[in-house]
T-cell receptor, first 112, second 122 residues
Framework: RKEVEQDPGPFNVPEGATVAFNCTYSNSASQSFFWYRQDCRKEPKLLMSVYSSGNEDGRFTAQLNRASQYISLLIRDSKLSDSATYLCVVNAFNTNAGKSTFGDGTTLTVKP | GAVVSQHPSRVICKSGTSVKIECRSLDFQATTMFWYRQFPKQSLMLMATSNEGSKATYEQGVEKDKFLINHASLTLSTLTVTSAHPEDSSFYIC??????????????????FGSGTQLSVL
């Protein structure tokens, strides 16, 4: 089993749709969590950190459930520019220098 | 925000050539940098963790003699792909974490990525 698992996707949705991505992690010592966005052949860019209390940034909402070791990302009112691969990233500080573990990513395509 | 500069952005070379990729943190110091490889339509795979002033830590299955890492200062790490072959063709990317954030149990331990290097070995 992978340390970080994401919905395999791809997700193809129309503009304006609401889409949710899920991510589970296996290391119970994980301490911090992030969603990154990666466009084709570009570097990943931080979308948002994920807090236990949940957090929202505009159309994006992230949730963390430590008991279930589960993270989610909700995108409302999808835009064409949201098309990208979304990476779930987990940091565990009991590992090598706080190594970050990446999920395989979920690809989103928003269509007109 | 913090910036990580990675050069070159693209390399095309002949088989057997060695290729050096640089990763610099421009406005922060990083005692640790990470090197990844990404094949098409796959996720980032951590190759090694580069530690300033000491030997790099390699992930299982990554040949340390093939992928030489040097982290001579708090702002520079280099990855050298020695005697590159076509199967080494990939997107290589580095990341760094601000040393002031390192080890702190906070949600601010985010990674700053270089822009990546597309290596094509003919």
């Amino acid at each position: 089993r992978k340390e970080v698992e994401q919905d395999p996707g791809p997700f193809n949705v129309p503009e304006g749709a609401t889409v949710a991505f899920n991510c589970t992690y296996s290391n119970s010592a994980s301490q911090s969590f992030f969603w990154y966005r990666q466009d084709c052949r570009k570097e990943p860019k931080l979308l948002m950190s994920v807090y236990s209390s949940g957090n929202e940034d505009g159309r994006f909402t992230a949730q963390l459930n430590r008991a279930s070791q589960y993270i989610s990302l909700l995108i409302r009112d999808s835009k064409l520019s949201d098309s990208a691969t979304y990476l779930c990233v987990v940091n565990a500080f009991n590992t090598n220098a706080g190594k970050s573990t990446f999920g395989d990513g979920t690809t989103l395509t928003v269509k007109p | 925000g913090a910036v990580v500069s990675q050069h070159p952005s693209r390399v095309i070379c002949k088989s057997g050539t060695s290729v050096k990729i640089e990763c610099r943190s421009l406005d922060f110091q990083a005692t640790t940098m990470f090197w990844y490889r990404q094949f098409p339509k796959q996720s980032l795979m951590l190759m090694a963790t580069s530690n300033e002033g000491s030997k790099a830590t390699y992930e299982q299955g990554v040949e340390k003699d093939k992928f030489l890492i040097n982290h001579a200062s708090l702002t520079l790490s280099t990855l050298t792909v020695t005697s590159a072959h076509p199967e080494d063709s990939s997107f290589y990317i580095c990341s760094a974490r601000d040393r002031r954030e390192q080890g702190r149990l906070s949600s601010n331990e985010k990674l700053f990525f270089g822009s990546g290097t597309q290596l094509s070995v003919l």
